[in-house]
Every structure is written in C-alpha cells, then in structure tokens.
C-alpha cells in the first residue's frame, strides 16, 4: 500500500484534484485482554499495517462521498441523515464525523478514499485504524488540529459504541492514535495514565499467526463478556455499599468469591480471567524490565488457558495453534483482541521460529484444509499525515 495507490484512486473517483494523505496502524497486544473496559492494564503496540485515506473538503454543507478502494465501493451520504449510511465500512466515517463535531469540530462535506493492508477481522484492530485515521484527517482538514490525541481516541471508541454495536474498551483506539515505533505502551485504563517501553527482545520475535476464522465483534458475545463483568462489580457493590466499585479493577479475589454464589457459574468465571490478567500484565512488566523473556511467555500461556477456559473466547482452531506452539517449545502463544477467531501472538527464540512456523502451517492445514497467515510483528509509528 502505497501513497500513489490511494491518490491515483482519489483523483479518479472524485472530480479529479488531490488533497491530503493520513495513515493509521493497527495494533498487537502483549498481554491485558479484556481489561481496558475493567479499568485495568494493556500492552499494545501499534503495528506497520494499517489504514490509508486521502481526504479534502468538497465545499458542500454536508455531503461526504466515500469511496473504499479495497471493496471498490462508492457510498455517497449527508451528515444531517440521522439514520447515517448502511454499509458497514461508511459507518465508521459517518459516526466519526459526528463524534468530531461533537467535539466543536465544524465538519462539512468531504471526498475520502481509503485502503488498508491490516487484515480484516484479525484481531488487529482494522475499525480502529479506520477511526483514527479518519479522526486525524477531519481533525486536520476542519478543527486547525486542535482536538487532543486522547479525544480523537475516545472519539474513536464512541463510534464504535454509538455507530457500530460495539461496546469496546479503549485500547485499540489508543494503540493506534498513540502507537511509536519500537515501543509497547502500558496503559492505565482507569487513569489513562501510559509509559512507553521500547521493546527489542534480545534472540526472540513475535510473529501473529491467524487462524481466518472470521471475527466479528458486532453482536457477538464481546458486548455480553463486557456485561458478566459489570453484574459482577454491581454484586459486589451490592455487598460492601461503603466502598467505591466502578470496574473490577476495584475488586479483590476475596469480594468475588463472596459474590460467587449470587452471580452464578459463568459470570463468576468471567470475572476470575479478568482479576487473574491484571495481575498477569503487571507480572510481564516486571519480566520485560529484567527482561526475563521466559517469564513474558509463560503468562502469555497463562492468559491463552484463561480466555479459553474462563472467559470462553477463544475457538478450536486458535487453541489448536496454542497446542502446536507449545509443542514446538514456543516461549509464549496466545489468542490476541476480542476473541472469537483471528489470531494468536506468539513470542518465539530466532532458532526455533523457522521449525515453529512450518510445523503450524503443515499441522494447520492437515486439520483445516488451509494454512494460518503469518504476520512478523514490526511495532510502527500511530496516526499521522503523509502528505
Ligand atoms: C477488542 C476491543 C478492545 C479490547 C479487546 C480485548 O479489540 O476493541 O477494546 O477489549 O477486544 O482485549
């Protein structure tokens, strides 16, 4: 994906003038799933793949022509429609726009063509990337850059809350806005408190490996994770009415086992992965700053078993790529995002990496009849302006 590739489609589909170039990454995550809507730790990075538009004010009050390059599809529609446009992709455009106005951006109307190279449904974050990227250009192009990266991340996620079905935490958006290239971020999500941490594993890469499984977040099971957890809070909140419960992140293992009775089975066991993961994020800090790679992975593992196990996220061909992992002495291999397919992210030794990866893709498509993708992880920089 290149500057040239968006432009010359820009020029062709609209009235032939160029205007300017953004780009947003998607993200990979370390460790911290499923906590940034308890108020816990995450460790994404941003990642060289992402989103790219070209994007210019067309004069007109409020119509937006938008074009998806990838899908070669051409969705005109107007800010003023309250019911928005119904393909999924002018969706994020749409109820970007809006968040941005709501911010005391004056957005009119606008050409946009935009392509990608993050893959979809991965995991990694492609509706992110489009959400910042798109932020970052309107932001640009009507508001003189004036609203704050931190908005233009909640922005991001309000759209996906408001817009899209998604009910999600603010990692992805973060990541993407915030992303630096060698660096994982640990963030706060309660504080929003963050710290970068250059990240350059001595003898060990990540490698992402998806399953193409489709994964699909809007209506799915995430929105129904991110309510076990929140009857969870409200029992517990219930029980101690002197004390302040705003996520999980304020409860302790002794106030869920407390609670387990009176919030059954399966919310109890939501609420165990998200209680062990917090703990599970700080113990990989620790490691990368003595860096202690073994113990990175071990964790990884931890939360692999967890996510399948306890928060039921994962499915049979993401563990089964968690299988061969292990076998091939792999240091660490989990699920990565949402869950529900995509990939795994697997911290792997330089010497085992060539066996790893064969071993998978033979072994995968034994079973499946297709082999994984293989992405290598290279941490890049978050939204910017090409041109
Ligand atoms: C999706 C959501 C994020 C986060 C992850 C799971 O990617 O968009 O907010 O909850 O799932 O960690």
């Known amino acids: 994906m290149d500057i040239e590739f968006v432009r010359s489609r820009f020029i062709k589909h609209f009235d032939g003038k160029t205007g300017n170039v953004y780009a947003s990454p998607g993200r990979i995550n370390l460790i911290g ?31 937006v022509m938008a074009y ?60 992110a990337a489009m959400e910042s990227c798109f932020a970052y250009g309107l932001n640009d192009i009507f508001g003189e850059n004036k609203v704050s990266q931190w908005d233009m991340a909640l922005a991001g ?47 060990y890469r990540l490698v992402l490996l998806d399953s193409v499984v489709k994964h699909q977040l809007a209506g799915s099971p995430y929105n129904d994770r991110r309510r076990s957890c929140e009857n969870v809070v409200k029992a517990i909140a219930e029980k ?71 928060y039921e996220v994962s499915c049979e061909e993401l563990d089964f790529l968690n299988e ?16 529900f397919g995509g990939c795994t992210i697997n911290l792997v030794r330089n010497d085992l990496y060539k066996n790893f990866i064969a071993d998978a893709k033979k072994c995968f498509n034994e079973k499946y009849g297709h082999e994984p993708k293989v992405y290598d992880v290279v941490i890049g920089d978050g939204s910017r302006k090409l041109c």
């Open 33 to 63: 799933e499923h906590t940034d809507y308890n108020g816990g730790f995450v460790f994404p990075g941003a990642v060289d793949k992402g989103i790219m538009a070209e994007m210019r004010a067309n004069g007109t009050e409020d119509t």
């Open 68 to 127: 998806a390059i990838d899908l070669k599809d051409r969705v005109d529609f107007k800010l003023s429609d309250p019911n928005g446009p119904r393909a999924s992709w002018a969706r994020y455009i749409y109820g970007i726009a809006l968040e941005m106005k709501k911010l005391g951006v004056p957005v009119k109307g606008f050409n946009i063509a935009f392509a990608g190279d993050v893959p979809l449904g991965a995991g990694m974050s492609s509706s």
């Open 157 to 203: 996620q309000a759209t996906e809350h408001n817009y899209c079905g998604v009910n999600c935490g603010i990692m992805d958006q973060f990541a993407s806005v915030f992303g630096k290239a060698g660096c994982l971020m640990r963030l706060d999500c309660r504080s929003r408190e963050f710290e970068y941490f250059p990240f350059k594993p001595d003898g």
């Open 240 to 310: 101690h009415p002197e004390g302040k419960y705003e996520t999980l992140r304020d409860c302790t293992w002794e106030e869920l086992e407390e609670v387990k009775e009176i919030v059954g089975d399966e919310d109890y066991k939501r609420a165990k992965f998200v209680l062990g993961e917090k703990d599970r994020v700080l113990a990989v800090c620790d490691a990368l700053n003595e860096g202690d790679y073994e113990k990175v992975g071990e964790m990884m593992y931890k939360t692999h078993e967890g996510l399948s196990k306890d």
């Open 324 to 339: 061969i992992a292990k076998e091939d002495g792999v240091t660490g291999s989990r699920i990565m995002g949402g869950g």
